[in-house]
T-cell receptor, first 115, second 107 residues
């Protein structure tokens, strides 16, 4: 079974530029999560989708971050414009349903460096 | 103050040693999770606990709900156990993550 795919794996941009990350969850998984992990910290949930609807985006900085999950499958996370403090690893995870984290499958992450 | 505190932050052990990582939390929870993150960034879920104790191979996780404390134990540690171990709690409304414990097991 293929795992969660993310691209790109690495991205370096200058501040005020825009960037987008892509995630393809495991086939059939209804729930998709985006996490931000800043160096030295634990992951922080940015947004959770159930199919193509948003369940929780309370920690998403909506002035600059946006995410969508068209057709309830792939998802993109965008940052516009990026700030230095956005440098982090962005992890995508999917689960069959619900919120039980032990059923979440994580992708390899995208490491973003903002200069 | 963080809702989830882990200790130690860094841990170096000799191969074969018994290892304990601690997690304390300050919120009411429906479940506690132990995650393992390897240097490549991939995260693997090790345990989900709501009470008592779970064992998987050389890994043991315990939780004391009254004391709001959990421990992850690794018996007969091996260099391949080197990773960051993260404690996360689910309040039912939100997840809170600890900052992780970086474990290095030396051959």
């Amino acid at each position: 079974e293929a795992g969660v795919a993310q691209s790109p794996r690495y991205k370096i941009i200058e501040k005020r530029q825009s960037v987008a990350f892509w995630c393809n969850p495991i086939s059939g998984h209804a729930t998709l999560y985006w996490y931000q992990q800043i160096l030295g910290q634990g992951p922080k949930l940015l947004i959770q989708f159930q199919n193509n609807g948003v369940v929780d985006d309370s920690q998403l900085p909506k002035d600059r971050f946006s995410a969508e999950r068209l057709k309830g499958v792939d998802s993109t996370l965008k940052i516009q414009p990026a700030k230095l403090e956005d440098s982090a690893v962005y992890l995508c995870a999917s689960s069959l349903g619900g919120r039980a984290i032990d059923t979440q499958y994580f992708g390899p992450g995208t490491r973003l460096t903002v200069l | 103050k963080n809702e989830v505190e882990q200790s130690p932050q860094n841990l170096t052990a000799q191969e074969g040693e018994f290892i304990t990582i601690n997690c304390s939390y300050s919120v009411g929870i429906s479940a506690l999770h132990w995650l393992q993150q390897h240097p490549g960034g991939g995260i693997v879920s090790l345990f989900m606990l709501s009470s008592g104790k779970k064992k998987h191979g050389r890994l043991i996780a315990t939780i004391n709900i009254q004391e709001k404390h959990s421990s992850l134990h690794i018996t007969a540690s091996h260099p391949r156990d080197s990773a960051v171990y993260i404690c996360a709690v689910d309040t039912g409304n939100q997840f809170y993550f600890g900052t992780g414990t970086s474990l290095t097991v030396i051959p």
